[in-house]
Structures are given as C-alpha cells and as structure tokens.
C-alpha cells in the first residue's frame, strides 16, 4: 500500500501537519474564528485506524456556532470514517 508522506507544516486541504510521529498525525484547520485540530492514528496490530476532531471557538457560546456544530460533527464523521474505511480495507488486503 502507499501511504503518502506526511511532514510537519504540510498543508492539505484544510488541514496543516503541526505534529507527527510513525503512526499519528495531528493537524490544526481554521475557518475565521472557528479552529481545531483532527487526529489520526494507526494501530498496525489490530490493523485499525482511529480519528477525532475537536473544535474550539471564540464564539462558541453563539448560537450560529451551536446551531453548525452537529453539522461539523457529521461531516467529519463522514470524511474521516470514509478515509477510514478505505485505509483499513488496504491494510487487511496487504495481509491476505
């Protein structure tokens, strides 16, 4: 499988690289007044990738930002359970 290589201050997307070790990466995003950071990281004996996210805000006391929340909550369900899903599927193939 390749795995594209990831090094501290890439960008990609939304997300920047602000820390990395074998088997995580932790990214920073910002939208105006609303940050956060996404984490992946791989567990290469169960073959499992693991993600989250947190957001942190300015305004998160808004209702605006309240209002979005779930909606970021499910779109990054979506986009990272996709990468997910796809990234564990190669890595049980590469053992077969």
Known sequence: MHV??????????????ISKAPLELICSWN????????????????RRLYHGNCVDSDTSDGRVFQALLPL?????KFLLGGMKDVLEKKAIEEDE
């Open 4 to 17: 594209p290589e990831f090094r501290e201050g890439d960008k990609f997307l939304a997300w920047e690289v």
């Open 72 to 76: 970021h909550c499910h779109y990054a």
């Open 31 to 46: 939208a105006g007044k609303v940050q956060g950071l996404t984490t992946v990281a791989f567990d290469p004996k169960l």
